[in-house]
């Protein structure tokens, strides 16, 4: 657990290198990658891409998709 008592990891890409590993940027240069969402199992196997998620509803989809 971290220090919010979530035991979900979260990745900051502050220099883009996985938005344009997923496709969400086509360079490292571009000022705002596009919005996406990738849902990945315990075993770091995609389960579901998201792209460009409807961000009222997005959490209960992931939710839905668990």
Same mark, same amino acid.
């Given at each position: 657990?971290? @220090?919010?008592?979530?035991?979900?990891?979260? &990745?900051?890409?502050? *220099?883009?290198? $996985?938005?344009?590993? %997923?496709?969400?940027?086509?360079?490292?240069?571009? @000022?705002?990658?596009?919005?996406?969402?990738? &849902?990945?199992?315990? *075993?770091?196997? $995609?389960?579901?891409? %998201?792209?460009?998620?409807?961000?009222?509803?997005?959490?209960?989809?992931?939710?839905?998709?668990?």
């Amino acid at each position: 657990m971290n @220090e919010n008592s979530s035991t979900t990891e979260i &990745l900051c890409d502050s *220099d883009h290198s $996985v938005a344009v590993a %997923y496709g969400a940027a086509e360079s490292a240069d571009q @000022e705002k990658p596009g919005r996406l969402s990738v &849902l990945i199992g315990p *075993d770091g196997k $995609v389960i579901k891409n %998201y792209q460009d998620p409807d961000v009222p509803t997005h959490a209960e989809t992931v939710l839905a998709d668990l």
